[in-house]
């Protein structure tokens, strides 16, 4: 554990020495994370990217990646592509990454369940920004605009997320 990492605990998310507010998966925390649970996996997440969206916000650091209007990620458990980055159009089922509300305007990722994904543990854990204070996410961790950019600004290549 370095101060770079990313750490999840009762209260909130921990970095760089400050504490700062989150929400988690609907179904709080698991050890045994299925697709579609709405529960945030406990374990150590390796960071391995940064998405963000050009037309909304400043690359918020030099490995940041675009969301173009085309960017999907597969979360069919059956699909050769399932828990990966994927373009439209695209016949099976995904989530749009490119949304019209603020969520994945910058995205953090990790490698839950990834690059070689198991069918059915569970697509994508992200770290994006939360709807309001409390609302929960079908897993992902969210946090507050501000929080969010200040992270993505200052975290370091081969950081962790650290749930316990």
Not at 2 to 9: A, K, S, V
Not at 61 to 73: K, T
Not at 102 to 124: E, F, M, Q
Request: glycine content about 10%; proline content about 10%; charged content about 25%.
């Amino acid at each position: 554990m370095t101060p770079d990492d990313l750490i999840l605990g009762p209260m909130g998310l921990r970095f760089q020495g400050r504490r700062y507010p989150c929400t988690i998966g609907r179904s709080g925390l698991t050890d045994q994370k299925r697709e579609g649970d709405g529960a945030t996996p406990k374990g150590v997440h390796k960071l391995v990217g940064i998405l963000y969206r050009p037309d909304r916000v400043a690359k918020p650091s030099p490995l940041a990646i675009p969301i173009g209007p085309l960017d999907l990620w597969s979360d069919d458990p059956e699909d050769a592509s399932y828990n990966l980055m994927v373009r439209a159009p695209y016949p099976a089922s995904h989530e749009a990454l490119r949304r019209a509300d603020p969520l994945y305007d910058i995205v953090l990722l990790t490698d839950w369940n990834w690059p070689h994904p198991i069918k059915g543990r569970g697509s994508a854990i992200f770290i994006h920004q939360w709807r309001r204070p409390g609302f929960a996410t079908e897993g992902c961790i969210a946090l507050k605009r501000v929080d969010l950019h200040g992270i993505a600004k200052r975290i370091n290549p081969g950081a962790n997320l650290i749930i316990r």
